[in-house]
């Protein structure tokens, strides 16, 4: 495919990341992370991949990052992320839950946050099925912000509990000039990683140019 110019497809005055999309009801939506106003809004596709119109906000006034959303035994997840109390949100999985992905009504599980682990916590992307099994990327922050990427198999998810444990690990030194590795999505026989690399300065000034 020919290359082409980057073009915005949603802008505001603060700062936006994890676009993370999905298909409900043949419509597709988008929930862009929004920490610095302290909502999970959604989205809906009017022309892909330009045009996007805003529906209503999910969840108000909590600090959250990387919102994933999951469809299970016609129940719909909501795993990211958040910044409450003293759990900071590169340690942390909170998980919500409601009867449809447009509901604007998200119970809190009791046992936020499920994870706390500067290790493991953080989302990393799509939560996919392999073989029956579903597994979930997350983030290794301990050396610092998306460092390594985990895939955790998820052993349980209900109303009460949640229970996962860690599969394998990827760290930044898997090729060299690598910094971090903080997000895998793999979606319908596509994956795709990003990175965040060293380059030279010489490299660095033809770019520039």
């Known amino acids: 495919q020919p290359e082409t110019a ?15 999309l999905f298909e409900h009801e043949g419509t597709l939506y988008m929930i862009p992370e929004k920490t610095e106003v302290k909502r999970v809004d959604l989205y809906r596709c009017i022309e892909f991949p330009h045009r996007w119109e805003f529906v209503h906000t999910l969840i ?36 919500f839950s409601a009867d449809s992905p447009l ?19 953080r989302p990393a992307g799509r939560i996919f099925s392999l073989n ?15 460092y390594g990427l985990n895939i955790n198999q998820i052993k349980q998810l209900s109303h009460q509990n949640y229970q996962e444990s860690r599969c ?14 903080h997000h895998l999505d793999w979606h319908q026989g596509l994956m795709v990683m990003d990175a965040q690399r060293l380059i030279s300065r010489s490299l660095a000034g033809e770019i520039k140019s």
């Open 168 to 181: 394998c690990h990827v760290d930044s030194a898997w090729q060299t000039g690598i910094r971090a590795n």
């Open 132 to 146: 029956g099994q579903l597994y979930r990327p997350s983030q290794d922050c301990v050396r610092r912000y998306g």
């Open 6 to 20: 980057a073009i915005p497809v949603l802008q505001e005055p603060y700062h936006l990341s994890y676009p993370f």
């Open 60 to 95: 108000d006034g909590i600090k959250i990052a990387d919102s994933t959303l999951l469809e299970q035994d016609g129940k719909w997840w909501l795993l990211c992320a958040a910044k409450q109390g003293r759990t900071r949100i590169n340690e942390s999985l909170f998980v």
């Open 103 to 121: 509901s604007q009504h998200w119970q809190a599980h009791p046992q936020n946050p499920v994870v706390r682990d500067l290790s493991a916590g």
